[in-house]
């Protein structure tokens, strides 16, 4: 079964998909459809079963919206089980296809439709088929015909060699090695040929399978370029540099051994001892081929033997010695050893056949000995006025015989005019010399300890290296990270000074709190003086009005009384007339004393008055009280103020001496960055390339070499692209023999290594999880990174529509450090670790991007502001800027500081798939589905670079850490490595 990528998740619902809910679970009758689905007719004896011809369908199209993380209206969908136990009644009722709702409204039978028209999951309504195997299955009895949540075994299929789409692809930081995914195969390339270094394969019994079976989702070198992370279907695949594996020879006694020498194809050992005996084994085995004894000088058991030189074979069948002048040829059989002499001291010597011996002498000749009918006869060519230093020859019949003198002359051997022709002369004296036979490559190493390459037909040397690369790069690794820490300190630097301005400016703020909150003091000491007044003048007020209501009162009270008095004399005078005149006199009296009471009218009016003037009094005091109390509140919202500021100032007073701190760190980190990287140049300047025989292996597609600075063994390609370290091979050890199948190594101890090179570089180490088996992976590891130390890996996938996975793993033995629970609500697209390895990023169908901490696994921070999902993600080395790219076809910069968006670069055409910063600079190199690299400038948003690429549509950029070269894939199966310009250095493609 061929499994396609989703690269593109759907956006969040909008709460429609199956929208059997919004019937069902409100509990509304449902109309009848004028539009009801055509269902096809199936022949009466068609089984269905539900794994088969029902669960597909369900899943494909309801299952996005009806699922365990998102039960719309209380559906869902997964499984038969979960179905009946759904909150709404009638989703399922086995037996009666017309009483079950979810046949219903899929066949439009009934309104609300399902799956609506305008849904976001790309959910389409089910067609007549797949209708009419959902009715006759509920019909039957919805009966399950697998255990709920078994999966589906899957008969994985060879992936069309058509299909290699480009998903992943990525460069070592140095730019040196580039690792590319088409469709499901793994490709290494060198920077100086489009050649593949090597594919990435597996080894299931004596099968040799492609990387994954299905696509390659993602793919990352780690720190140093020796290991590559591969992501596809439910797994994680980790590759390791291995281009040579431990194998067997007999036991060795260097003490007792003079010399010793592996045949050109590597597959025979030969070792000789003082005593004349030569043994002879097959690489691989333990025990000695075959031996043979013969009669040597005394002088070969003395303190200071002869220079003994040593060939073997090319069927390992026979070996010549050389010594001085003579030549002694040991076969297998049981002859005895042949013997010639030279006109001149040996200095070299090389087999072509086993009947065809050359050597070179002192005097600058060439001597080509023939043997025929048992015996050697020689014919002597002259080369040169110097020795003859080296004689190379490849393991093919028609490769070229090359001599080269002590002074660096490079002769080739003319068989059409028998004699040596002149090609050219070498910078500098050889000190080895080996020829690769596929291109016609002379490998030479100097005195000085450089490596270069000398190309028999254009006649030209190359210097490939002259220091030690494992040094070279350790320098280059430093010096980057001096680099990035003047950025850092820059960064730090702005944030100091930003911190500086924040805190004068917040001081400023205060005193000018301080100098309101004197002048407020001032007015409220005014305002209260101006109530007590106020109040004093109200006070007396009320007082006049108190004793103006009290005359009053009482005057009222008085005139009351003698009104009462003087109506009850009116009654007595008119009921007793005989007390009238008494009664008179006493009214008279009483008007009298009447007369004598002040004016009502004159109280009232006076009342009034001081009434009014009380009320006055009253109001001046309320206003005076009312502003005493805006002044009380506005002295006190200035305390309170001037509080918050000088919280504020003292959080500011931290944070600058905070980020002062971290400044004076980061310079004093930068102090040694500097001081490692003023040694590492130190190392570099004072180091060799190799201080061993340049040593070709694998038809001369690799070579070895070893630095006496580090003492650590290099691997390189036959284009000259430096592979790697090798820590596995004896650190210090001495090239005791070489051939093209394998080399032995003598350890520091004394102990021989015998390896053979094994035919791939890269071998597959580890698989984390399974495509076919128990995983815990859901689907597709759509995103994998590891952080800088080389120690963790992150995983990002999920299946589409439901939650999504992160994941962080120990890389050292592939176990699951940490599983974060519900990172997302939809699949992760996206993960990276920040430049420092303490956060990692994560971005997902849900359009969120979440900052998590790696120690603990806790959220830090979300950054929301895309409108589809996040598909991208880079960090500045500042680890202040967090790029995000987005299928809303825009680039967001984000401060991670404020978690805000401080630019949104849009106008981009298409979904963005990848993002990557440009070295140390401000600018992103961004990939997208409408084919084009582009680069912009994150501080300002401007457009640098628009470069239209092979590839279709691109999911892949990978780059090196300064920014000067990207390696670009896409749907169209090619790969292309570019500048900044966008200008097309190579394009890369998959090949048989």
């Not at 036959?718 to 023999?737: F, H, I, K, N, R």
Request: with cysteine.
């Amino acid at each position: 079964m061929i499994h396609r990528p989703s690269r593109s998740q759907p956006s969040p619902r909008r709460g429609v998909a199956v929208m059997l809910v919004l019937a069902i679970a409100s509990g509304l009758s449902t109309e009848v459809s004028a539009d009801t689905r055509e269902i096809a007719e199936l022949p009466k004896d068609r089984k269905v079963l539900y794994s088969r011809d029902v669960a597909p369908a369900l899943t494909k199209n309801c299952v996005a919206c009806h699922n365990a993380s998102s039960e719309e209206g209380g559906v869902n969908l997964e499984t038969v089980e979960k179905m009946k136990a759904s909150d709404v009644e009638d989703v399922l009722v086995p037996g009666n296809a017309q009483q079950s709702r979810l046949f219903l409204l899929a066949s439009h039978a009934e309104d609300p439709v399902m799956p609506p028209d305008d849904n976001d999951v790309s959910a389409a309504a089910l067609n007549p088929i797949e209708l009419a195997l959902l009715r006759r299955w509920i019909d039957s009895g919805a009966k399950v015909d697998q255990a709920s949540g078994t999966p589906t075994p899957r008969q994985w299929q060879p992936l069309p060699n058509s299909l290699q789409t480009v998903y992943g692809s990525d460069m070592t930081s140095d730019g040196r090695l580039s690792v590319v995914g088409f469709g499901n195969q793994i490709r290494l390339f060198g920077s100086k040929s489009s050649e593949p270094i090597d594919s990435l394969e597996r080894h299931v019994g004596d099968q040799t399978r492609p990387a994954h079976d299905d696509f390659v989702q993602d793919l990352r070198f780690d720190s140093d370029g020796g290991r590559v992370l591969s992501s596809g279907y439910r797994n994680v695949k980790l590759w390791q540099m291995a281009p040579f594996e431990p194998t067997s020879i007999p036991n060795i006694n260097r003490d007792e051994t003079l010399a010793i020498a592996m045949n050109p194809s590597g597959r025979h050992v030969a070792a000789l001892s003082p005593r004349g005996e030569l043994s002879v084994a097959a690489i691989g085995m333990n025990r000695w081929r075959w031996m043979k004894g013969f009669d040597v000088p005394a002088e070969f058991q003395s303190d200071q033997p002869p220079l003994v030189r040593v060939a073997v074979g090319p069927q390992g069948d026979c070996v010549s010695i050389a010594w001085d002048k003579t030549i002694r040829v040991v076969r297998i059989d049981g002859r005895e050893p042949e013997t010639m002499e030279a006109a001149h001291p040996i200095t070299s010597m090389v087999w072509l056949d086993r009947d065809h011996l050359v050597i070179g002498d002192a005097t600058g000749k060439v001597n080509r000995w023939h043997r025929e009918n048992e015996t050697w006869t020689g014919s002597e060519l002259a080369v040169s006025d110097q020795p003859i230093a080296f004689l190379c020859a490849a393991t093919r019949d028609d490769a070229p015989l090359v001599a080269i003198d002590g002074s660096g002359k490079v002769a080739q051997f003319d068989a059409a005019n028998n004699q040596f022709v002149e090609l050219g002369k070498l910078p500098a004296a050889p000190a080895s010399a080996a020829l690769s036979g596929p291109n016609n490559l002379l490998w030479v190493t100097t005195q000085s300890g450089a490596l270069g390459t000398f190309h028999l037909a254009d006649k030209t040397f190359v210097e490939v290296a002259k220091s030690d690369p494992l040094a070279a790069a350790q320098h280059a690794s430093d010096q980057w990270e001096t680099q990035v820490g003047e950025r850092l300190i820059a960064a730090h630097d702005a944030s100091v000074k930003q911190a500086e301005s924040n805190l004068d400016a917040e001081k400023k703020s205060l005193e000018k709190i301080a100098a309101d909150i004197t002048a407020k003091s001032t007015a409220v000491t005014e305002k209260q003086k101006s109530v007590a007044d106020a109040k004093k003048a109200a006070e007396a007020a009320q007082a006049k009005l108190a004793q103006a209501r009290s005359e009053e009162e009482s005057a009222t009270k008085m005139r009351t009384e003698l009104t009462a008095t003087v109506s009850q004399l009116d009654t007595s005078i008119a009921k007793l007339t005989e007390q009238l005149e008494a009664l008179k006199k006493e009214k008279a009296d009483a008007e009298q004393k009447l007369a004598a009471v002040p004016d009502a009218k004159k109280l009232a009016d006076t009342t009034k008055t001081l009434s009014e003037a009380s009320e006055k009094a009253a109001k001046e005091l309320a206003t005076k009280n009312s502003e005493l109390a805006d002044q009380q509140n506005a002295l006190q919202l200035a305390e309170e103020t001037k509080a918050r500021g000088e919280r504020r100032l003292k959080g500011l007073d931290e944070e600058h001496q905070r980020r002062q701190q971290a400044l004076e760190n980061i310079k004093a980190e930068q102090e040694a960055k500097q001081a490692k990287a003023a040694e590492s140049k130190t190392r570099v300047d004072q180091s060799t390339a190799t201080d061993q025989p340049v040593t070709l292996t694998a038809a001369g597609t690799r070579i070895l070499t070893r630095s006496k600075t580090s003492g650590t063994w290099s691997l390189w390609t036959g284009a000259g692209d430096w592979l790697g370290p090798l820590p596995e091979l004896p650190a210090g050890g001495q090239l005791v023999s070489a051939g093209d199948s394998g080399v032995v190594i003598q350890a520091a101890d004394g102990q021989l290594h015998a390896l053979q090179a094994s035919e791939h570089v890269w071998k597959h180490q580890r698989t984390i999880g399974s495509a076919t088996a128990d995983s815990p992976f859901a689907d597709r590891v759509l995103s994998v990174d590891v952080d800088p130390s080389g120690q963790w890996l992150a995983t990002g996938g999920g299946e589409p529509s439901r939650a999504g996975e992160l994941m962080i793993w120990n890389l050292s033995d592939g176990s699951l450090v940490r599983r974060i629970e519900s990172p997302h609500s939809d699949t992760v697209l996206c993960v990276r670790f920040s430049p420092d390895g303490k956060t990692l990023a994560s971005g997902g169908a849900d359009r969120m991007i979440k900052l998590w901490d790696v120690a603990t696994g806790t959220l830090i921070k979300t950054l929301e502001g895309h409108t589809h999902h996040v598909s991208a993600l880079a960090w500045n080395v500042n680890q202040r800027e967090l790029a995000s790219g987005s299928a809303d076809e825009t680039v967001k910069i984000w401060n991670i500081d404020s978690g805000k968006s401080t630019r949104t670069i849009s106008g981009l055409k298409s979904e963005i798939t990848r993002l990557v910063y440009v070295g140390r600079d401000d600018r992103i190199g961004i990939t997208s589905g409408d084919g084009y690299f582009r680069v912009y400038r994150t501080d300002n948003g401007g457009r640098e670079t628009n470069a239209k690429l092979p590839g279709g549509y691109l999911y892949a950029l990978g780059a090196n850490r300064d920014g000067t070269q990207f390696i670009v894939g896409g749907a169209d199966g090619v790969a292309t490595r570019v500048d900044k310009s966008g200008k097309q250095l190579q394009e890369l493609v998959a090949g048989e």
